[in-house]
C-alpha cells in the first residue's frame, strides 16, 4: 500500500507482536509443540523457544481440487507468492512479513465470531480447520498497488461458517479483526491495530469468498496471514484481513484501516476496477507477477477482476465512482 509515511515506526520488534496467540500445528506437530512447551514452561518466550518444526508449513490432507482455475495466466511461483507480501504488522518492505513473521505465534489460536448472530461461538482452530472439506481454488489476487498474482488458495466458502453461526436479519455487514498487539503501538504508515477489514453480508456469502487456510497445498506460511485468513479475488487485496482472530457480525459499515486512513483513496468496497482510478495512480493495468522476471509482463486490469459473471449482480445499480 503506498501512503504517505506519518508516525512513521519500524517494524514492531519480536517482543511486541503478541505472544499469547501461539501457533497452529496439526496433529503431531502439536503435540510435540504442548508437550515440548510444557516441559520448558517457556509460554512467556514463545517465539524463541518454538520448535522449528512447529513453524514449517504442513501439508494439507484430502484436498479437493475445484473448476476455480486461471487458464489465460501462469500460477505465481510458490516462492515469490511467500517472499512478496503485505503485512504491515510484520513491516512496511515487501520482504519484511516473510523475514519477521516467524515471530508470530498461531497455536493456540481462537477466532471469536460474536455479534449479531444466533449462535455466537469461540471456534478452537482446529474446529474451524475441520468444519468443511478444504478446497483448492486457483484465483487471480489484485494489489490496489496494481501488481497481482495467480495463487492456488486453500481453504472453503466463508459463508459455510457463516451458517453454522446463524446471522440475525439484523446482520448487514460482516468485519474482520486481525491479530492484535498487546500494546499501543503504531504499525507503518499509521495504521493501528488490529487492522479491521470488512464486507457488506451478501460479500461475505458470496461463494466465490474463500476462508482461508493454506496455498499450494499447503497451510498458510506466517506471512501469508497464518492460520486463517480471508481471500476476496474480485476486490483489491487490501480487503482480504490475514491472521485473523475476530469476525464480527453488525448492522452498520463497519470502519476498516485504509479507508479511515484515507477514504478518498481507499473505499469500503474496493472492487477491482479498471475504471475508477485511484487518485495517485492508474488502476487500468497491472504487473503479472507469475515468475521472478524484474521485468513482469503489464496486462489490463478486468472488471470484478475477472469475476463480473459471479458478482456484478451485487452492486447492479449503484455508482461505482461513488462507492469505489
Ligand atoms: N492483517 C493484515 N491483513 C492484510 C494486510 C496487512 O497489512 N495486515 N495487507 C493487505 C494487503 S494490502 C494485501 S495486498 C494482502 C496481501 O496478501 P499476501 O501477502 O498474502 O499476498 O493482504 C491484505 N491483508
Ligand atoms: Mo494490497
Same mark, same amino acid.
Given at each position: 500500500?503506498?501512503?504517505? @509515511?506519518?508516525? /512513521? ?5 519480536? %517482543?511486541?507482536?503478541? @505472544?499469547?496467540?501461539?501457533y497452529?500445528a ?7 509443540l ?6 520448558t514452561?517457556a ?16 501439508? $494439507?490432507?484430502?484436498l ?7 487458464? +489465460?495466466?501462469?500460477t !505465481? ?18 520482504d ?7 515471530t ?13 448472530v444466533?449462535? @455466537? ?17 486457483v484465483? /487471480? ?26 446471522? $440475525? ?5 460482516v468485519?474482520f479483526?486481525? $491479530? ?9 504508515f ?10 457488506? =453480508? ?11 487456510f ?9 506471512q501469508?496471514?497464518?492460520?486463517? /485468513? ?24 463497519? @470502519?476498516? !484501516?485504509?479507508?479511515?486512513?484515507a ?16 487518485p ?9 507477477l507469475?515468475?521472478?522476471s524484474?521485468?513482469?509482463?503489464v496486462?489490463?486490469t ?5 469475476? %463480473?459473471?459471479?458478482?456484478? %449482480? =451485487?452492486?447492479a445499480?449503484? +455508482? $461505482?465512482?461513488?462507492?469505489?
Open positions: 500500500m503506498m501512503l504517505y @509515511p506519518k508516525n /512513521r515506526v519500524k517494524e514492531p520488534p519480536a %517482543s511486541e507482536i503478541t @505472544p499469547k496467540e501461539t497452529q496439526f496433529e503431531l506437530n502439536r503435540r510435540q504442548v508437550g515440548g512447551l510444557a516441559a514452561g509460554v512467556a518466550g514463545l517465539a524463541a523457544a518454538m520448535p522449528k518444526q512447529a513453524r514449517a508449513e504442513v501439508k $494439507l490432507q484430502n479437493v481440487t475445484t473448476q476455480y482455475t486461471v487458464p +489465460d495466466r501462469a !505465481t511461483p510458490e516462492g515469490k507468492a511467500k517472499s512478496y507480501n503485505n503485512f504491515y504488522e510484520f513491516g512496511e518492505e515487501k519484511d512479513p516473510a523475514r519477521n513473521a516467524h508470530l505465534v498461531t497455536y493456540p489460536w481462537n477466532v471469536k465470531v460474536e455479534g449479531l444466533a449462535k @455466537p461461538r469461540t471456534f478452537e482452530f482446529g474446529e474451524l480447520f475441520h468444519l468443511q472439506p478444504m478446497q483448492q481454488r484465483y /487471480r489476487f489484485r494489489c490496489v498497488e496494481a501488481w497481482s498474482m495467480v495463487i492456488p488458495w486453500d481453504g472453503f466458502p466463508l459463508s459455510e461458517l457463516i451458517k453454522v453461526v446463524e446471522p $440475525l436479519p439484523t446482520a448487514k455487514f468485519q479483526l486481525s $491479530l492484535e498487539n498487546s500494546k499501543e503501538e503504531i504499525l507503518p499509521g495504521i493501528p491495530w488490529p487492522y479491521s477489514e470488512g464486507l457488506r =453480508m451478501d460479500e461475505a456469502m458470496n461463494p466465490l469468498t474463500l476462508l482461508t493454506g496455498s499450494y497445498g499447503e497451510t498458510l506460511a506466517n501469508q496471514g497464518a492460520p486463517v /485468513r480471508v481471500i476476496v479475488p474480485w476486490k483489491y487485496g487490501f480487503k482480504s484481513a490475514k491472521s485473523i482472530v475476530k469476525i464480527r457480525f453488525v448492522k452498520h459499515m463497519p @470502519p476498516t !484501516t485504509w479507508n479511515e486512513l477514504p478518498n483513496e481507499y473505499g469500503f468496497y474496493a472492487n477491482v476496477n479498471p475504471y475508477v482510478d485511484h495517485r495512480w492508474s488502476q487500468a493495468h497491472e504487473r503479472l507469475n515468475s521472478y524484474l521485468f513482469p509482463q496486462v489490463p478486468l472488471m470484478y477482476n475477472g469475476y %463480473s459473471d459471479q458478482v456484478a %449482480s =451485487m452492486y445499480g449503484m +455508482d $461505482l465512482r461513488k462507492n469505489y
